[in-house]
């Protein structure tokens, strides 16, 4: 799971989901689709392992 970043709410509901409807009706739908893709990459470029790998010898 990726950790939100204190400039994350305006994408995020408070259960964590986020938003695929722009916050301001004059907001292009559009365009906020693009942002919203862009802040999930973020998620994915900034996430860390789950797991440590442990070489077995």
Known sequence: MS????????FH???GSH???PPEPDC???VWDEQVR???QGHL???QP???IQRLV
């Open 38 to 40: 862009q802040h999930k």
């Open 28 to 30: 292009d739908q559009k």
């Open 19 to 21: 938003k695929w409807i």
């Open 45 to 47: 470029t900034n996430e």
């Open 3 to 10: 950790s939100l970043r204190p400039s994350d709410e305006k």
């Open 13 to 15: 509901y408070s259960d």
């Open 50 to 52: 789950k797991v440590r």
